[in-house]
């Protein structure tokens, strides 16, 4: 079934994602592109300090709420990542970490149509996600799906030349992108310092 739905979603990407993020690429300036990924990075960062939060990381609790608070005041509402020209790190955190860090194991390996790559855990953890971030909270539903999926758009143009790349030199896109995914997520809830065995989970 997974490989059936990555199929699925590639043919949805290659229709629809990759010529319009490569449309995005070539009309809009490297500034404005940007621009727009530092807007939706700090409205993520609303979020990844709420999680932050719930898994007991002071510091990166404190660094993120310094973040937000500097790029949306002196970073005309986010479109400039002074923080981290500042110093102050980015941590990425959501619920599904949130809920790896207090013990709930990923489960298994699934492909979520459009969505892609995720784990069991991940898929329970996505409504919550959506339900606390800044963009699942405006009132006004156009504006809400116009700026997701101008998100959705922005992020794939940064992974179009990835994409490529992937295409032409894994042996079996499938496997190679579930071995990475797993290894990505489960870096996350360690904080990029996993235990060697799975008892960990």
């Known amino acids: 079934m997974n490989r059936g739905i990555t199929r699925f979603n590639d043919t949805v990407d290659e229709a629809v994602l990759v010529p319009v993020a ?36 002071l510091q990166n609790s404190a660094e993120t709420f310094m973040r937000v608070n500097v790029n949306t ?25 949130t809920l790896g860090r207090w013990g709930v194991g990923a489960g298994p390996y699934v492909v979520l149509p459009v969505f892609g790559p995720s784990t069991l855990r991940d898929t329970a953890a996505l409504p919550v996600d959506r339900a606390g971030s800044v963009l699942g909270n405006m009132n006004d539903v156009a504006w809400r799906n116009s700026l997701s999926f101008l998100e959705a758009v922005d992020t794939r143009a940064k992974y179009l030349r990835a994409g490529r790349l992937l295409d032409d030199a894994a042996l079996d896109k499938y496997t190679f992108t579930r071995d990475a995914f797993l290894q990505h997520r489960r870096n996350d809830v360690y904080d990029g310092n996993p235990p060697d065995d799975e008892g960990g989970k």
Do not use: C
């Open 22 to 57: 490569t449309a995005y690429q070539r009309v809009l300036p490297s500034m404005v592109r940007t621009g727009v990924g530092n807007f939706f990075g700090n409205l993520g960062d609303v979020w990844s300090f709420v999680n932050s939060v719930a898994q007991l990381k």
């Open 73 to 97: 005041l002196f970073g005309l509402g986010g479109l400039l990542d002074i923080a981290t020209e500042a110093g102050i790190d980015r941590h990425d955190e959501d619920f599904g970490q």
